[in-house]
């Protein structure tokens, strides 16, 4: 065995498939100074027994692009190595037994094309003859992927293994990690049984482990361990080893090929955790006693779709924990608030289909200082504060898994662990017929039901149960006046001296603006990519209160710390609890707010883009005039004690302009009339500001600095390639979710990243990138005849550069 080094550049803890991919993946690129320590031997932890399926298809592009890095890596492989991987493209197939579910693979077909993913719709009797040993009674129908395959997980990471070290990487087993050593808020070391090996990077792969590996350097791993189970055949006559992988989700189970017998597992819909009170000692190669009562309504269900099952001899049950997430997806990225910790690790039982993506990611990650594109869908900075809770992690990753297989409906929210972050007005509104949604551990309304509906979410393809309601609080949000509970928005300050440099070099928008003002600007990374999408408001020379969305707390947070210039006298304070923040939005909101406050809120005293402070009902209110509905109105920032009264006081004073309560999803819906970007679905680290329509908000005539400045200028005078644009169709059947790809004359030109219905235009509205490499121009956007791919169903619609509803923006500044 190697001798353990004083020092290395990267030190990489944990050598299963994702930290032998990483370890690859950093050598190749030229980190040959990379050591990888195993606590015992190679795949010892999880991937020993994983099952080896490899599916690419996911709800977003990016993570999906980076499954398919794991398919052309696997590929390719053994030729480099030398060491087979066991790889086999023979296709994967998933079953639909109900229309809801044949919905479901319709539209996860067209995401595929989207993607550029190839992807088949079958009818029953062309899948079973790809799947001979099926039942196929009760199919509606199937998909299948050619690209997918499976894979020998032993094997493909000792062939990683192999490649690491000929790109120069040391691996040591036998050596567990007993410490991690920081300076000045960085990683410096890594302590193990073996001795010290000082370091720039730590990226930590433990597996089940991470959580473990992680709190020794102060950070939040949030995953847990969950026994899964899978079944192994003798071999079974009329099984070829070319069989696709099967899934079928109705009957929560999976199948692939093995040396002629069958693999077959499944996700029960009440799993078990595991080492719940911590790991036993020496857990290597090692699995948990067979729990054949837990297991046999999954294989009830199996043998109802292979008959062939009930004859099979059984070789073995694996019964092998693994670690889990609680929004199923894994986990990658810096690790927040500690420089030069890196995870890799929660991958939620598709760790070995996405090996080999993710280790190149983290790999260009830690090497290029970014991202090399958008992973914010599984960017640890994703978690925030109930995730620090370890039993509140427990309790929705067992519900996730146990709807794993579950159909994904649109808007569907999860029930575990809630209520937990509450604003003021929670009881209030949940007595007035709020229904809740959660992120972020807030609670937050998302409609309310008038007396006499259901005060719950049914779920739907079609229209779903809360459509005419969020269209009575578009309405009146439109017509009247409306108040939204916004209260779980994430707020800082920037405080210090040299706050103005500070975020004059972040923002690329001018901040440099006089006191009382309020500033939309992105922030951006080294690509011109946009990393945070935020307002600004400047409350002193050297005080400002920044406002992102709820579920970027800890990402925006870390960001703006990260790239905050040393030397400087700025420190980011999180005041998100401080307040609650309530959104008067509508025509009558001036003659509200009015009758609450003696100070002057006329157009000419309180214009559009301002902040002041307001008296309301006893309490000092941060008034923000600004919207995201698209009408006149203000955000009311109020001290969190204060909020029921101002609120009370509010809903009063509204009555006779006929106030009313209104949540998330009407604002989604006046959003998307007004064209407003989201962050996470139409605008990201991906898209720059001129892509995404922004181009105003950015500071190039100023000729200040600022970071992404470069990236942007170099694009100065050039083409786009992509352009954000708004799509309508009126088709009455239509509902658009997002990921429905765009074609132009024909062709194929991109996806949407958002959609919905517009209720004041009374038709469908979404938004995506259309693409094009050779360059686009308005002239050539507008000249293209449209058509959206919805669920398959190609349908006519109409496309617009710019905002459909209130174009001129009288409405907000009246």
């Given at each position: 065995m190697p001798e353990l080094p004083a020092q290395a550049r990267a030190v990489v803890i944990g050598g299963g498939i994702i930290g032998c991919s990483t370890a690859y993946h950093l050598g190749k690129l030229g980190w040959r100074d990379t050591l990888v320590v195993e606590r015992h031997r190679l795949t010892s932890g999880s991937t020993h027994h994983a099952a080896g399926l490899v599916g690419q298809l996911r709800t977003s592009a990016n993570i999906t692009q980076m499954l398919g890095h794991s398919v052309a890596l696997y590929q390719a492989l053994e030729a480099e190595t030398g060491l087979a991987s066991g790889w086999k493209m023979n296709g994967g197939l998933r079953l639909a037994c109900s229309a809801a579910r044949w919905t479901e693979l319709r539209r996860q077909a067209t995401g595929a094309r989207s993607f550029g993913l190839e992807m088949h719709l079958l009818s029953p009797r062309e899948a079973g003859a790809l799947w001979p040993l099926m039942d196929i009674s009760d199919l509606v129908g199937a998909a299948f992927l050619p690209t997918d395959g499976q894979v020998n997980p032993a094997d493909v990471t000792q062939s990683l293994a192999r490649g690491a070290r000929l790109h120069g990487v040391t691996i040591l087993e036998d050596t567990d990690v007993v410490g991690i050593e920081l300076e000045g808020g960085r990683v410096v070391a890594v302590v193990t049984s073996r001795g010290r090996v000082a370091c720039e990077v730590v990226v930590n792969c433990a597996g089940q482990w991470a959580r473990r590996v992680g709190l020794m350097a102060g950070v939040n791993v949030p995953l847990v361990s969950v026994q899964h189970q899978y079944l192994i055949t003798d071999a079974i006559p009329g099984i070829d080893r070319g069989l696709p992988t099967l899934r079928d989700p109705d009957r929560l189970t999976y199948f692939k090929e093995d040396v002629g017998g069958l693999v077959m597992g499944g996700y029960e819909p009440n799993p078990r955790p595991w080492a719940v009170d911590g790991f036993p000692d020496n857990f290597n190669f090692q699995l948990l006693q067979p729990d054949w009562d837990h297991f046999q309504p999954v294989l009830d269900l199996a043998i109802a779709r292979v008959p062939a099952l009930a004859e099979a001899g059984v070789k073995e049950l694996i019964n092998g924990p693994e670690s889990f997430t609680a929004d199923g997806n894994f986990i990658i990225g810096p690790a927040p608030n500690v420089g030069g910790f890196f995870v890799g690790a929660g991958?939620?039982?598709?760790?070995?289909?996405?090996?080999?993506?993710?280790?190149?990611?983290?790999?260009?990650?830690?090497?290029?200082?970014?991202?090399?594109?958008?992973?914010?869908?599984?960017?640890?900075?994703?978690?925030?504060?109930?995730?620090?809770?370890?039993?509140?992690?427990?309790?929705?990753?067992?519900?996730?898994?146990?709807?794993?297989?579950?159909?994904?409906?649109?808007?569907?929210?999860?029930?575990?662990?809630?209520?937990?972050?509450?604003?003021?007005?929670?009881?209030?509104?949940?007595?007035?017929?709020?229904?809740?949604?959660?992120?972020?551990?807030?609670?937050?309304?998302?409609?309310?039901?008038?007396?006499?509906?259901?005060?719950?979410?049914?779920?739907?393809?079609?229209?779903?149960?809360?459509?005419?309601?969020?269209?009575?609080?578009?309405?009146?949000?439109?017509?009247?006046?409306?108040?939204?509970?916004?209260?779980?928005?994430?707020?800082?300050?920037?405080?210090?001296?040299?706050?103005?440099?500070?975020?004059?070099?972040?923002?690329?928008?001018?901040?440099?603006?006089?006191?009382?003002?309020?500033?939309?600007?992105?922030?951006?990374?080294?690509?011109?990519?946009?990393?945070?999408?935020?307002?600004?408001?400047?409350?002193?020379?050297?005080?400002?209160?920044?406002?992102?969305?709820?579920?970027?707390?800890?990402?925006?947070?870390?960001?703006?710390?990260?790239?905050?210039?040393?030397?400087?006298?700025?420190?980011?304070?999180?005041?998100?609890?401080?307040?609650?923040?309530?959104?008067?939005?509508?025509?009558?909101?001036?003659?509200?707010?009015?009758?609450?406050?003696?100070?002057?809120?006329?157009?000419?005293?309180?214009?559009?883009?301002?902040?002041?402070?307001?008296?309301?009902?006893?309490?000092?209110?941060?008034?923000?005039?600004?919207?995201?509905?698209?009408?006149?109105?203000?955000?009311?920032?109020?001290?969190?004690?204060?909020?029921?009264?101002?609120?009370?006081?509010?809903?009063?004073?509204?009555?006779?302009?006929?106030?009313?309560?209104?949540?998330?999803?009407?604002?989604?819906?006046?959003?998307?009339?007004?064209?407003?970007?989201?962050?996470?679905?139409?605008?990201?680290?991906?898209?720059?500001?001129?892509?995404?329509?922004?181009?105003?908000?950015?500071?190039?005539?100023?000729?200040?600095?600022?970071?992404?400045?470069?990236?942007?200028?170099?694009?100065?005078?050039?083409?786009?390639?992509?352009?954000?644009?708004?799509?309508?169709?009126?088709?009455?059947?239509?509902?658009?979710?997002?990921?429905?790809?765009?074609?132009?004359?024909?062709?194929?030109?991109?996806?949407?990243?958002?959609?919905?219905?517009?209720?004041?235009?009374?038709?469908?509205?979404?938004?995506?990138?259309?693409?094009?490499?050779?360059?686009?121009?308005?002239?050539?956007?507008?000249?293209?005849?449209?058509?959206?791919?919805?669920?398959?169903?190609?349908?006519?619609?109409?496309?617009?550069?710019?905002?459909?509803?209130?174009?001129?923006?009288?409405?907000?500044?009246?």
């Open positions: 991958f939620n039982a598709f760790g070995i289909a996405s090996g080999g993506g993710a280790g190149r990611a983290l790999a260009e990650w830690i090497v290029g200082g970014e991202a090399p594109y958008d992973v914010w869908p599984v960017d640890i900075r994703r978690f925030g504060a109930p995730h620090r809770d370890i039993e509140w992690v427990r309790k929705r990753t067992l519900e996730l898994y146990g709807k794993h297989y579950a159909i994904a409906w649109p808007g569907e929210e999860h029930a575990s662990g809630r209520p937990l972050r509450r604003s003021p007005l929670y009881e209030q509104l949940r007595a007035q017929g709020a229904v809740f949604g959660e992120k972020l551990g807030w609670e937050r309304p998302n409609w309310f039901a008038a007396p006499g509906e259901a005060a719950r979410d049914e779920y739907s393809f079609a229209r779903p149960n809360w459509f005419a309601a969020v269209a009575r609080e578009h309405q009146a949000t439109r017509e009247r006046v409306a108040l939204f509970d916004q209260t779980s928005f994430a707020k800082f300050l920037m405080l210090g001296r040299d706050a103005e440099r500070a975020l004059g070099w972040i923002c690329a928008n001018d901040v440099a603006r006089p006191v009382g003002s309020l500033i939309y600007t992105q922030m951006l990374n080294g690509r011109g990519g946009i990393e945070c999408d935020v307002t600004v408001a400047r409350l002193a020379a050297d005080r400002y209160y920044l406002v992102t969305g709820t579920g970027f707390a800890t990402h925006d947070h870390d960001w703006i710390t990260r790239h905050l210039p040393a030397g400087l006298d700025a420190r980011l304070v999180d005041v998100t609890s401080a307040y609650a923040v309530l959104a008067l939005m509508g025509p009558e909101s001036r003659r509200v707010l009015e009758r609450l406050t003696h100070d002057d809120v006329s157009n000419a005293a309180f214009p559009f883009g301002q902040v002041r402070p307001l008296s309301v009902e006893g309490a000092t209110v941060l008034a923000l005039r600004i919207t995201y509905v698209g009408e006149l109105g203000w955000e009311l920032h109020v001290p969190v004690e204060c909020g029921a009264t101002v609120y009370a006081a509010l809903m009063q004073a509204g009555a006779d302009a006929g106030i009313v309560n209104a949540g998330y999803r009407a604002i989604e819906s006046l959003r998307l009339e007004k064209g407003y970007r989201a962050w996470g679905a139409d605008i990201g680290p991906d898209h720059t500001p001129f892509e995404a329509g922004l181009g105003w908000a950015v500071k190039l005539g100023t000729g200040t600095g600022f970071l992404g400045r470069e990236a942007l200028e170099s694009r100065v005078g050039l083409p786009l390639q992509k352009w954000l644009c708004g799509f309508t169709t009126s088709a009455p059947a239509v509902m658009l979710l997002g990921r429905e790809t765009i074609y132009r004359d024909g062709e194929r030109v991109g996806w949407l990243g958002s959609g919905g219905f517009g209720h004041t235009l009374k038709t469908n509205i979404g938004y995506g990138y259309v693409r094009r490499p050779e360059g686009l121009t308005r002239e050539y956007l507008l000249a293209g005849r449209y058509e959206l791919e919805v669920a398959t169903e190609r349908v006519p619609c109409s496309i617009s550069l710019g905002p459909l509803y209130d174009p001129r923006m009288e409405r907000i500044r009246a």
